[in-house]
Nanobody, 124 residues
Framework: QVQLVESGGGLVQPGGSLRLSCAAS????????MGWFRQAPGKEREFVAA????????DYADSVQGRFTISRDNAKNTVDLQMNSLKPEDTAVYYC?????????????????WGQGTQVTVSS
């Protein structure tokens, strides 16, 4: 099993920045890609960004491209999401996810492990 714990959420004004972190523990050698998803009230969980273990290839949802940056530290088993120029529509619970498969996926069903989520609220 792999455990994922997110941190760094909070309240921020529009245009502001937040940095989310996710720490993985347990059988971390099973993990290939890691990703971030989010779920706003009344909406389905959606893909935000993902990064592979080797080469650090990345993928972003169109809605966050150019504003968010995903990064990972394989030695520390962490993945971060730097969020800049935040908008009210970015308000959601953000989830960290880990995939054992050798792929860079946008599909939540491809991910094997999930964190409990951290709330991000963008409001003035």
């Amino acid at each position: 099993q792999v455990q994922l714990v997110e941190s760094g959420g909070g309240l921020v004004q529009p245009g502001g920045s937040l940095r989310l972190s996710c720490a993985a523990s347990g059988r971390t050698w099973n993990i290939n890609s890691m990703g971030w998803f989010r779920q706003a009230p009344g909406k389905e969980r959606e893909f935000v960004a993902a990064i592979t273990r080797s080469l650090g290839r990345t993928d972003y949802a169109d809605s966050v491209q150019g504003r968010f940056t995903i990064s990972r530290d394989n030695a520390k088993n962490t993945v971060d999401l730097q969020m800049n120029s935040l908008k009210p529509e970015d308000t959601a619970v953000y989830y960290c996810a880990a995939d054992r498969g050798l792929r860079l996926s946008r599909h939540l069903h491809d991910y094997d492990y999930w964190g409990q989520g951290t709330q991000v609220t963008v409001s003035s």
